[in-house]
C-alpha cells in the first residue's frame, strides 16, 4: 500500500497538549488518504466468553473466518481452533493447559458477567507474552492506564476492583505456574492498560445487521497514543479477512490535508453516535469528557434537537448550501476535523455529507484511497463495509 512516500515514523510526533495530554501530531503536512502508520498488534484475544454455548468461527490466532471444512481444532483443550499449523504454533502448552483448567472450573463464573471471562482471555494473553517477549511485556506495562484510584470514576471503579480481585484469585488458583510473578496490583494494572488501550477487531460487515460484533480484541502500543475527536481528521481500517500477511495490522489513513504541527486523532466510536450517548460511551469507557469543537456546539442544543434524523435532515441542507458556495470559489475545508469554522451552527454537516458512508447499517467513515501522485484519490474508501465512492467534492477543490 503506497503511503504517499515518506515513512511512518517521519510523519508523526509526540507533543503536549494542554488539557489532551500526550497527543501525536503531524511533523510535517499530511495529505488526504496518506497511510500515516500500520502497526502490528502487541498481543490479540478473543472476545467470545470460553463457556458461550457458541463456538467462535474464527482462527484463535489470525482471527480469520474459518473454512467450515479446513481447520483444526485443539484436542487438548478443545475449545479453540486454527486455520492452519503456522497458527495452531501460537497455541502454547500453558495457554492451552491454562483454558482448558478455566473451562472445568465453569461454576466459578456462574456469577459473573459474561465480559469477565474475557477479561480473563486478555490476562492469559498478557501472562503468556511475559513468557515468550518479556521487552513486548514491558511495553504492555508502559502503556496508559495504572489500575489505581486517583479520583477518575473510569480508572478504578468498585466493578473494576471486585473484577481485578476475582480474575487474580482465580488465575493464581486454577492455571498452572504463571510465567511471571503476579500481584492483585499487576492485575488490576494490567486491566486498565486493556480498557483503555484495546481495539477491536470486528466481525465481517453486513447490512442486515444494525450492529456488529467484536470478533477479537488487539493491543496496539503506538496506535493508543492517538487521542479521540469526535470530527477526526484520519480513520482505522483493517482488513483481517484479506489472505495476506499482517491481516491484523491496523492502518491509519489519513481523512483530509493537515498541516504540519496540527494533532491528528481518531474517534474511539462511529461519529454518527448522537452527543450524550458520546460523553457517556467516553466517560464510561475512557475516563474523560470531550470538549472536542462539535461537542461545544451539540452541547448547546435542547434535548429535541438531538433527533438523530432531525439533526442529519438540517446538516444535509446546510450542506448543499456550503456545496454551492464551493463552486462559487468558497474554502470549504476550514469545516472539516479540526479546523471547524466556529461560527457554523453545524460544523460538521460538511464532513457528515462527505465522510460518512451512506450503506445501510454500515455509519462507518470514508477516507480517500492511498494517493499514487502528489494529487490526492478522488475515490473514497469506508473503513467497515469498504465500499468505493467518487469524490464529487474533492473533485472541485
Not at 480469520?64 to 481444532?73: G, M, Y
Not at 488490576?188 to 481495539?199: E, G, Q, T, Y
Not at 445501510?360 to 470514508?366: P, R, S, V
Request: with cysteine.
Amino acid at each position: 500500500m503506497n503511503d504517499g512516500g515518506a515513512k511512518p515514523e517521519t510523519l508523526l510526533r509526540v507533543a503536549e497538549i494542554g488539557g489532551r495530554g500526550r497527543s501525536l501530531v503531524a511533523a510535517q503536512s499530511l495529505r488526504a488518504g496518506q497511510v500515516i502508520l500500520r502497526e502490528s498488534p502487541l498481543l490479540l484475544y478473543s472476545a467470545f466468553p470460553f463457556l458461550s454455548s457458541s463456538v467462535s468461527p474464527y482462527c484463535d490466532h489470525c482471527f480469520r473466518l474459518l473454512a467450515s471444512s479446513a481447520h483444526q481444532k485443539c484436542q487438548s483443550c478443545s475449545l479453540v481452533s486454527f486455520c492452519s499449523p503456522n497458527c495452531f504454533a501460537s497455541h502454547t502448552p500453558w495457554l492451552c493447559e491454562s483454558l482448558r483448567r478455566l473451562h472445568q472450573s465453569s461454576s466459578t463464573f456462574s456469577d459473573q458477567p459474561s465480559d469477565r471471562q474475557v477479561q480473563a482471555r486478555f490476562l492469559l494473553s498478557a501472562y503468556n507474552l511475559a513468557a515468550a517477549s518479556p521487552s513486548d511485556f514491558q511495553i504492555l506495562l508502559s502503556l496508559q492506564g495504572s489500575g489505581s484510584s486517583n479520583g477518575d470514576p473510569s480508572c478504578s471503579s468498585a466493578t473494576d476492583s471486585t473484577a481485578a480481585g476475582f480474575l487474580h484469585s482465580l488465575l493464581s488458583a486454577v492455571c498452572p505456574p504463571l510465567p511471571v510473578p503476579i500481584s492483585p496490583e499487576l492485575t488490576a494494572a494490567l486491566l486498565s492498560k486493556d480498557k483503555v488501550n484495546a481495539f477491536g477487531l470486528m466481525e465481517p460487515f453486513s447490512v442486515s445487521k444494525e450492529k456488529r460484533s467484536v470478533r477479537a480484541y488487539g493491543i496496539y502500543p503506538k496506535t493508543s497514543f492517538f487521542n479521540h475527536d469526535c470530527l477526526p481528521n484520519a480513520c482505522r481500517f483493517d482488513y483481517v479477512d484479506s489472505a495476506s500477511d499482517g491481516n491484523t495490522d491496523i492502518i491509519i489513513r489519513m481523512i483530509h490535508d493537515v498541516p504540519e504541527g496540527r494533532e491528528v486523532c481518531l474517534s474511539y466510536f462511529p461519529v454518527n453516535m448522537n452527543y450524550s450517548s458520546r460523553q457517556k460511551r467516553l466517560l464510561e469507557d475512557y475516563g474523560f469528557k470531550c470538549d472536542c469543537d462539535r461537542c461545544k456546539v451539540e452541547s448547546s442544543w435542547s434535548e429535541g434537537e438531538e433527533d438523530e434524523n432531525e439533526v442529519m435532515e438540517e446538516m444535509e441542507n446546510e450542506d448543499e448550501e456550503e456545496e454551492m458556495e464551493d463552486s462559487e470559489g468558497g474554502n470549504v475545508e476550514e469545516v472539516c476535523g479540526n479546523g471547524v469554522d466556529d461560527e457554523s451552527n453545524f460544523p460538521h454537516a460538511y464532513f457528515f455529507v462527505r465522510y460518512m458512508c451512506e450503506k445501510e447499517n454500515c455509519f462507518g467513515t470514508l477516507a480517500p484511497l492511498p494517493p499514487k501522485t502528489h494529487d490526492a484519490s478522488r475515490v473514497l474508501e469506508c473503513n467497515v463495509c469498504g465500499s468505493l465512492k467518487e469524490d464529487e467534492v474533492g473533485g472541485n477543490q
